[in-house]
């Protein structure tokens, strides 16, 4: 089975305010985008990997995954687009065909485990699209008519994550019927869902900590000094 690892990486990360590229901030002594990467390449062996960044950051992207684990294949740096959805379309474009599966992981979630990663790439080989999710703790409400809301059950619900793996010609064909619908999507989990294809879901194990936000970076550094 050849795998490919997309990261889309292009967002600004003006919420954190830090004044540089999201995946570059420092997290624990490490840019974040390295702490991912060194995270999957531990995880799962890939032929090939495509990180998509901002266009005025490729050099410095280029100096954060210099020396990243031989696991992840060849490393390349291309340029993302305005949106994660053209970003992931653009490393999907720049896969080689000889690929089985692609694999996409926000830059974001550096304490994704090794076995969420495994799992959710052999569902994807078996079944055409997976992605790792985790239920909600909290009690969850929808909105309603008149200002009012409904309670849901959690039970029957998930909070979709990273990884997503697909076949690639199913991701491909997602995206591509994206683009002639102008359609847009949140995750590439929905884009494939459009299209007709059932998503497989794989429980995450631990956290799956999205950095988003000042305070998830020092949360982030803690869990990682204790990993």
């Not at 799992?119 to 008149?146: H, K, L, N, Q, Y």
């Not at 009012?148 to 997602?174: H, M």
């Not at 949140?186 to 494939?192: E, M, P, Y």
């Amino acid at each position: 089975m050849n795998v490919a690892l997309v990261i889309p990486a292009a967002g600004s990360g003006e919420r954190l305010g830090r004044g540089v590229s999201k995946a570059l901030v420092d997290v624990g002594g490490t840019a974040l985008l390295r702490r991912t990467l060194d995270r999957l390449a531990a995880a799962a062996d890939f032929v090939e990997t495509i990180v998509l960044a901002p266009s005025h950051d490729i050099a410095r992207f280029e100096a954060a995954v210099a020396g990243a684990g031989s696991s992840l294949g060849s490393v390349r740096i291309l340029a993302g687009g305005a949106t994660r959805q053209q970003s992931v379309a653009a490393g999907v474009a720049a896969v080689t065909s000889s690929m089985d599966v692609v694999c996409v992981h926000d830059a974001a979630r550096p304490l994704v485990s090794a076995r969420t990663v495994r799992a959710v790439v052999e569902a994807a080989f078996t079944g055409g699209a997976a992605t790792a999710a985790s239920r909600p703790s909290d009690s969850v409400r929808a909105d309603i008519a008149g200002g009012n809301s409904v309670a849901l059950d959690r039970s029957t619900l998930w909070l979709v994550e990273t990884p997503q793996a697909f076949r690639r010609e199913i991701l491909e064909r997602g995206h591509l019927e994206a683009v002639s619908r102008g359609n847009a999507f949140t995750d590439d989990a929905s884009l494939v869902e459009a299209i007709g294809h059932p998503i497989h879901i794989v429980e995450s194990e631990g956290r799956n900590l999205k950095i988003t936000l000042a305070a998830d970076l020092m949360l982030a550094a803690e869990l990682l000094r204790a990993s």
